[in-house]
């Protein structure tokens, strides 16, 4: 496996990745000032006498934020969040050939990424993290955990870690004794102190501090490693899937009970997030001894219990956390949908932040404004009131459209004409809801874009979800599949409503693009 230059978090890189993988989400959160480098927003004569004719200002408008987030309660316990979560953390583009590097971690810490992944393999040049058993470029473990160590500030909430380790017994003191050197009093080593009821342990308990998930076999199990020539290579995120078997408990083979998968010095600093990969029928027990077992687990194997097991699964994460990590197919370093996993009480969807799709402007849209962590529904937390159902009731969603200034042209389409229209998805538990305009001919004017009015609207009734997600997408109209040019993702608790906006559009790759959609949205309760 090479090894990248020690220097992984090195100025170069760190700036490169702030261009390259920056998602401007927060642009409608807090609208850039005039001063800005996105600031400058340009509007069509029509959008400026409709404005006028509203008697809106366009100054007030500009910094109008379209979403306003609630606080984050950090009093809950660690089980009654959603956590905002990365895969393979370390890498800058594809899983297969990707390149590793520290710098990732400081760019996903830094846009507020609260579960990093570390994948720790040996090597001759010591402890490496990459992905094994691909054409991956590896970097230094210990660069990774300074860049972990340095983004983890006083006051910040807390960071989870997945360790995944495929370094022997004997390795791992080298392994441990780096992580206490680098991160010191940050990782939490042990139970914390004077604390009552360990099972309420809070975010607002452990802020500036990293939480370590390790493997953890229990000791009534017979046998919990495997000799150091097998190391616990084949315990990656990819490989393991549910066992079968009725004990929820993972039994491993009697002759290797002397070898320890685990060392008991690294199993000990895994104390808040005893990370498991059970065996089936795991969601139906219930696991009393020891504490804080955390459910590590492929979507293929979560998304099998669906849908029959979901109400099983929500009250299984009410009480222990859960990881949901991408199957191994997913070689392009694409996305699953983390709302199907948060609906069933997942805390942790763990997403390659490489890529800007449907999964990861979901998980933009979630955790915008907020510290990584949000609050589940009520009806998902630990000692709920079991007659605690989902909010209830029908409501209604009307969004009025008038149209887009400064569109970017689509491919091949820079200073030509070419048909647009605009599309409004409702991503709610129920089942999709969407809606799009009539296609509108429009010119791409060098340097400024086009300008579209559609003055239309859509009106959608259906039951209150409080995961629902609205997302606006412009696309061009053409022959076969149509050219996908801006989009816009919001939770619609969030959405700013009763008032006209103007929503900075994100290209493909999660960039303010310069244009703005006039919108629109009113939202009522159904009688």
Known sequence: MATENQDGSSAEIQDKLSHMYEIHTRHNLHPPSQEDEYGKVRLS????????????????????????????????????????????????????????????????????????????????????????????????FSSVCEAIGESVTPGCWPVLVSLECHVDVEGQKELVKQMLDIWGDKLVKSKLEDVMDDDRVSPGLLKGRIILMVE??????????????????????????EEEG???????????????????????????????????????????T????????????????????????????????????????????????????WRNGSQVASLNWQVYDRGMQVNEAMFVGGPGWVEKPRHMRRHADPNLQAKGG?????????????????????????????????FHASGDLEWRSKSVKTR???????????????????????????????????????DRIVVFCARLDHLVKGKWCLVRMLDMKGKNSGATVLIRLSGSQVQ
């Not at 000791?219 to 919990?224: F, R, Y």
């Not at 949901?324 to 197919?329: D, Q, V």
């Not at 969004?399 to 409702?426: C, D, H, M």
């Not at 209150?464 to 053409?478: G, K, P, Q, S, V």
């Open 290 to 341: 020891p504490s804080h077992v955390l459910i590590n687990i492929s979507e293929s194997t979560c998304r099998a219990l669906l849908p029959a097991s979901l109400s099983a699964l929500i009250f299984h994460g009410s009480n222990h956390l859960r990881r949901i990590f991408p199957k191994g197919t997913r070689i392009g370093s694409s996305n699953f949908d983390p709302q199907v996993f």
């Open 394 to 426: 029908r409501e209604k969603l009307i969004g009025e459209v008038v149209g887009v200034s400064s569109l970017p042209a689509p491919n091949g389409r820079s200073g030509k004409s070419f048909s647009t229209y605009i599309r409004a998805q409702l």
């Open 45 to 140: 004569p029509e959008i400026l006498q409709f404005i006028v004719d509203h008697d809106e200002s366009v100054e007030s408008l500009l910094q109008r934020p379209v979403i306003c987030p609630a606080p984050v309660d950090d009093s809950l316990a660690l089980t009654d969040y959603f956590v905002s979560s990365s895969h393979n953390t370390y890498l800058l583009s594809r899983q297969l050939v990707g390149k590793s590097s520290a710098a990732s971690y400081t760019h996903v810490l830094n846009r507020n990424g609260r579960c990093v992944e570390i994948d720790v393999w040996p090597s001759k040049k010591g402890l490496i993290v990459t992905h094994g058993h691909t054409f991956s470029k590896g970097v230094s």
């Open 246 to 288: 009725e004990d929820v408990w993972p039994k491993r083979d009697k002759k290797d009970h002397q070898h320890a998968r685990i060392s008991e010095e690294l199993g000990a600093l895994g104390y808040y997030a005893r990370s498991m990969k059970p065996r089936k029928g795991w969601h139906l027990e219930q696991i009393l």
């Open 216 to 241: 953890y076999y229990p000791p009534t199990a017979a046998g919990t490693g495997q000799s150091d020539s097998d190391s616990s290579s084949d315990s990656s995120d990819e490989e393991e899937e």
């Open 444 to 482: 791409d004017n060098v340097g400024e874009g086009s300008d579209v009015i559609w003055q239309s609207q859509f009106v959608w009734e259906y039951d209150t979800d409080e995961m629902a997600f609205l997302r606006l997408m412009i696309c061009e109209d053409e022959f076969g599949k149509d």
